[in-house]
């Protein structure tokens, strides 16, 4: 039986409590992405979650990314909730089960996919909390295994030109220090 993984819900959990307490007048402020708000931020998450529906659903994707702004709408975190509801709905056993095809030529099963994308939701969980003015500390147990899945995909991702430099750290940087830096952020301690 296959079930949706605990670290995958548990990043979702913590990407959504920095997006709920995202002030209202901080939602046009820079994020560390280049030439993104933090509604862009939102936005983006919140798509990524709309193809992990798709992905479950057996739906093709799009052909180009949506608007992240038109993503997160008026009301980014109602927009998230209402998107990640629909989402968990479509992630049964069989869905869960299914291969997908992921960019770089990768192809897994939807649950081993789920599995690494934590990642995706912690360094945007920290985005999302630099631009509005919070801060954020993952769990251990989440972001060991999302630095893991970080340092096994980023040469690739550097070389396909999806990533940027990497951020220098220093010798006694923690976890997600070391995670953030991956993607070419200096957060405090690096």
Request: aromatic content about 6%; hydrophobic content about 50%.
């Amino acid at each position: 039986m296959w079930l949706v993984p605990e670290g995958f819900v548990r990043a979702l959990d913590v990407f959504e409590a920095v997006l709920a307490a995202a002030p209202a007048d901080r939602w046009l402020s820079p994020s560390p992405c280049e030439g993104w708000a933090a509604v862009d931020v939102a936005g983006h998450v919140t798509a990524g979650l709309l193809v992990v529906e798709m992905r479950a659903a057996g739906r093709p994707l799009p052909e180009d990314d949506p608007d992240w702004r038109e993503v997160a709408g008026a009301d980014p975190l109602g927009s998230w909730r209402q998107v990640r509801a629909r989402m968990m709905a479509e992630l049964t056993p069989e869905a869960l089960a299914r291969p997908v095809r992921l960019a770089l030529g990768l192809e897994m099963t939807l649950c081993e996919w789920l599995e690494g994308y934590p990642l995706e939701l912690l360094v945007h969980a920290w985005d999302l909390a630099e631009a509005t003015g919070q801060s954020v500390a993952f769990d251990a147990d989440l972001v060991g295994p999302a630095l893991a899945t970080a340092r096994q995909m980023a040469p690739a991702g550097r070389e396909a030109g999806m990533l940027g430099p990497e951020a220098s750290v220093s010798e006694d940087a923690d976890d997600q220090v070391r995670l953030l830096a991956l993607f070419g952020r200096s957060p405090a301690g690096a």
